[in-house]
């Protein structure tokens, strides 16, 4: 079954970084588009970053562009976030997700709460 285990959630300093993992199984990784979300306490979901099957194609989210950068390992079938500059407003659960056959498939989750 499809499986996707989000990890690298920290407490860190404003200023500091992150590098989140998202380990997938149970289908072709490397021909689906990956993407990571973002929920804080009492806001909806938000876009962080997508990236597509091969790669090429990536976008971001107004609010962290320029600040974090999404990868793959198609090989480990593992996306990453890497997360840098980090502000307080980047507290949040962060999720992946990808889409197979109209569905959508999330991972569990992983905290990141950025505070002094």
């Known amino acids: 079954q499809v499986r996707l285990v989000e990890s690298g959630g920290d407490l860190v300093q404003p200023g500091g970084s992150l590098r989140l993992s998202c380990a997938a199984s149970g289908f072709a990784f490397s021909t689906k588009g990956m993407t990571w979300y973002r929920q804080a306490p009492g806001k909806e979901r938000e876009l962080v970053a997508l990236i597509a099957s091969t790669g090429v194609y990536i976008n971001y989210g107004a609010s962290v562009k320029d600040r974090f950068t999404i990868s793959r390992d198609n090989a480990k079938m593992t996306v990453y976030l890497q997360m840098n500059s980090l502000k307080p407003e980047d507290t949040a659960v962060y999720y992946c997700?990808?889409?197979?056959?109209?569905?959508?498939?999330w991972g569990q989750g992983t905290q990141v709460t950025v505070s002094s």
């Open positions: 997700k990808t889409t197979i056959g109209g569905n959508d498939y």
